[in-house]
């Protein structure tokens, strides 16, 4: 078994589908990665997936398969940049992940924070989703991550930094725009785009909020960035709940709105990896305390 076996059975396992995770994350042939998946299943010695009218479906010995396999994989990578890092010993790197957007608001808190090491680090910066956030954490790719606390990952730890509110995002000339706050029960009926699996705490926060009101709101459109979402919101003319810190990307056409009552939160967290060893890294964990709000 090669770790290519791992990576691929992971991404269709993802991705849903043999197509999608050839095109979109593999860039390889999809009878290739059909013949690569048998030769994995042959290996395991039973069937890890199962073909449906919805696409590939982890089989049980699938389902317990992928969390080894992820774990192995984040091993293998951790490995790998341990021994990058030590054959290049300059200056350390202290390498800082955001969700999409959210470097707007803590970037400069962050190198604030840092501001006495600055000189002896180079700080790298980068922003992905939340799931892949959690992966370079473990696979010791970052050292920080203002990301949503992601499960399934053993060796992560978390800090709370903020809770953010969610608001009503709609077009600009949305009959709800003229409202300075909106009652939720008047989103049934509209087009409604929530996120998707990728986004999954903020999905799970907004199902919850529309449970507890009482509503059945089927979404008609799944995305999980905010360039998405402000696209499909203007071009559909559809509505959306997202956190607050969404607002910082509002384009002309499309407006934000409060919720009435206690709008449902989403935390955002500070992911760090447990096994991380970083002088930096628990001086910057030692000063978390200023960063919050």
Avoid at 93 to 116: H, M, Y
Avoid at 122 to 141: F, V
Avoid at 264 to 291: C, E
Wanted: with cysteine.
């Amino acid at each position: 078994m090669e770790l290519r076996h791992l990576r691929y059975f992971i991404a269709v396992a993802e991705e849903g589908s043999l197509t999608l995770a050839a095109e979109k994350r593999l860039h390889t042939a999809q009878p290739s990665l059909s013949r690569q998946i048998r030769d994995l299943e042959y290996e395991v010695g039973v069937p890890l997936m199962s073909r449906s009218v919805h696409g590939i479906e982890l089989t049980a010995a699938g389902k317990a398969f992928l969390e080894h396999a992820r774990l192995a994989l984040a091993q293998t990578e951790a490995a790998v940049e341990a021994a990058r890092r030590a054959a290049k010993p300059l200056k350390p790197i202290f390498a800082v992940g955001f969700l999409s957007g959210q470097e707007v608001n803590w970037l400069a808190e962050t190198t604030r924070v840092l501001a006495s090491e600055l000189r002896n680090i180079s700080m790298t910066i980068s922003s992905e989703h939340s799931p892949d956030l959690a992966q370079l954490l473990a696979t010791g790719k970052l050292d920080i991550a203002f990301m949503r606390a992601e499960p399934d990952w053993p060796d992560l730890s978390y800090i709370t930094v903020t809770s953010e509110k969610f608001v009503v995002i709609m077009p600009s000339d949305h009959r709800l725009a003229a409202c300075e706050s909106v009652d939720v029960r008047e989103l049934a009926g509209e087009l409604f785009i929530s996120g998707s699996d990728i986004a999954g705490p903020m999905r799970r926060a907004i199902e919850k909020y529309l449970a507890d009101n009482n509503l059945e709101i089927e979404a008609a459109h799944r995305v999980h960035n905010l360039t998405m979402a402000m696209s499909l919101i203007a071009s559909t003319r559809g509505v959306a709940l997202l956190p607050a810190y969404a607002e910082n990307f509002l384009p002309w056409s499309v407006t934000s709105r409060p919720l009435k009552g206690e709008a449902p939160t989403i935390d955002l967290v500070i992911g760090y990896n447990r096994t991380n060893t970083s002088p930096t890294l628990a001086l910057f964990l030692s000063r978390a305390d200023q960063l919050k709000k």
